[in-house]
């Protein structure tokens, strides 16, 4: 029993010295996905601040392709000292019910750092489209069962998950054309040559705001504040239709946790700051303030709700 205190007494001593001392070289922040998505937007808004805040450069390297599958493995692997982090959207989560032979474990090589934003999503159809209401394009897709797309920021992304929901909820036949990321979405869905898509807000306000796509309704329960004339999905003709997508931070489950707890605080702090909160709020997200072990939680709880959800979806 002695020894054993001893022991731990050790792994403390070197946790807080490791908290204390970190961080003291560059932080590297890995996004799945490709720049100007709206994953790779909230970890820059969140690395310009703890940069400034913890006096070390912080980069944010993009590594897309596979629904995120490509960086979450390179950070899985990486060194859990707090030095390679990795933001994920809510697609991370059921990324193992979607591929095989994944070199990670969702839960087990990743521990929770924390929740970065909330952000509702939009079903979005090109600005040029006849199609005018979610009731409008069920109508479409049961008239054509089949024939109609939808596009995704990549098989398993969040983008993905949430229109499966949906073609699940509405019992409606569309087929899904995956792309490496949401700006590319948004290019081919504005364009006509996709037929529908929902993606964050944050990444296609702009878009919808110069008319090149339509806004039929939100994802989200409630409506969203940067666009409250949009019905909600239940709204808009799908009762108890909602789904959330939100953006985290992970690290190697290995880090200490002294560490992990640092990143949470100074992520706070960070979301906290008035200049962040407006720019937030000008994009849509909101921040969804969790301790790690709270956003652990969550994540258990997503994986396996959404992941019921994909298990069952048609293979793209």
């Given at each position: 029993?002695?020894r054993?205190?001893?022991?731990?007494?050790?792994?403390l001593a070197?946790?807080?010295?490791s908290?204390?001392d970190?961080?003291?070289k560059?932080?590297?922040?890995v996004?799945?996905?490709?720049?100007?998505s709206?994953?790779d937007?909230?970890?820059?808004?969140?690395?310009e601040r703890?940069?400034?805040?913890?006096?070390?450069?912080v980069?944010v390297?993009?590594?897309?392709?596979a629904?995120g599958?490509?960086?979450a493995?390179?950070?899985?692997?990486?060194?859990?000292?707090?030095y390679t982090?990795?933001?994920?959207s809510?697609?991370?989560?059921?990324n193992?019910?979607l591929?095989t032979?994944?070199?990670?474990?969702?839960l087990g090589?990743?521990?929770?750092?924390s929740?970065?934003?909330a952000?509702?999503?939009?079903?979005v159809?090109?600005?040029?489209?006849p199609?005018?209401?979610v009731?409008?394009?069920l109508?479409a897709?049961?008239?054509?069962?089949?024939?109609l797309?939808?596009?995704s920021?990549?098989?398993?992304?969040?983008?993905?998950?949430?229109?499966?929901?949906?073609r699940?909820?509405?019992?409606?036949?569309v087929t899904?054309?995956?792309f490496?990321?949401?700006?590319?979405?948004i290019?081919?869905?504005?364009?006509?040559r996709?037929?529908?898509m929902f993606?964050?807000?944050?990444?296609?306000?702009?878009t919808?705001?110069d008319g090149?796509?339509r806004?039929?309704a939100v994802?989200?329960?409630k409506?969203?504040?940067s666009?409250p004339d949009v019905?909600t999905?239940?709204?808009?003709?799908?009762?108890?239709f909602?789904?959330?997508?939100?953006?985290?931070?992970l690290?190697p489950?290995?880090?200490p946790?002294?560490?992990?707890?640092?990143?949470?605080?100074?992520?706070?702090?960070?979301?906290?700051?008035?200049?962040v909160?407006?720019r937030?709020?000008?994009?849509?997200?909101?921040?969804?303030?969790m301790s790690?072990e709270?956003?652990?939680?969550y994540?258990?709880?997503?994986?396996?709700t959404?992941?019921a959800?994909?298990?069952?979806?048609?293979k793209?």
């Amino acid at each position: 029993m002695k020894r054993f205190l001893i022991v731990a007494a050790a792994v403390l001593a070197l946790s807080t010295a490791s908290a204390q001392d970190y961080p003291n070289k560059t932080i590297k922040i890995v996004v799945p996905f490709t720049a100007g998505s709206a994953t790779d937007i909230m970890a820059r808004v969140v690395g310009e601040r703890l940069s400034a805040s913890m006096g070390q450069a912080v980069v944010v390297e993009n590594r897309p392709g596979a629904g995120g599958t490509l960086g979450a493995a390179q950070v899985a692997k990486s060194e859990p000292d707090g030095y390679t982090l990795l933001v994920v959207s809510t697609g991370h989560v059921v990324n193992p019910a979607l591929y095989t032979g994944l070199t990670y474990d969702t839960l087990g090589d990743f521990a929770g750092v924390s929740p970065l934003a909330a952000l509702p999503s939009v079903l979005v159809v090109a600005g040029a489209s006849p199609i005018k209401s979610v009731q409008e394009l069920l109508a479409a897709a049961r008239a054509k069962p089949g024939q109609l797309n939808y596009a995704s920021a990549g098989v398993g992304s969040a983008t993905h998950v949430n229109a499966e929901k949906f073609r699940s909820m509405a019992n409606i036949q569309v087929t899904h054309i995956p792309f490496k990321g949401t700006p590319e979405t948004i290019v081919e869905t504005s364009s006509g040559r996709v037929d529908f898509m929902f993606t964050p807000v944050l990444a296609s306000l702009p878009t919808i705001r110069d008319g090149r796509l339509r806004a039929l309704a939100v994802s989200t329960a409630k409506r969203s504040s940067s666009m409250p004339d949009v019905p909600t999905v239940a709204e808009a003709g799908m009762p108890g239709f909602a789904f959330d997508f939100w953006i985290g931070m992970l690290a190697p489950s290995k880090t200490p946790r002294a560490v992990v707890s640092k990143l949470n605080a100074e992520i706070a702090k960070a979301l906290a700051q008035p200049e962040v909160k407006e720019r937030m709020a000008k994009l849509g997200a909101e921040s969804m303030p969790m301790s790690p072990e709270q956003f652990d939680s969550y994540i258990k709880d997503e994986f396996n709700t959404l992941g019921a959800v994909m298990k069952a979806a048609p293979k793209s």
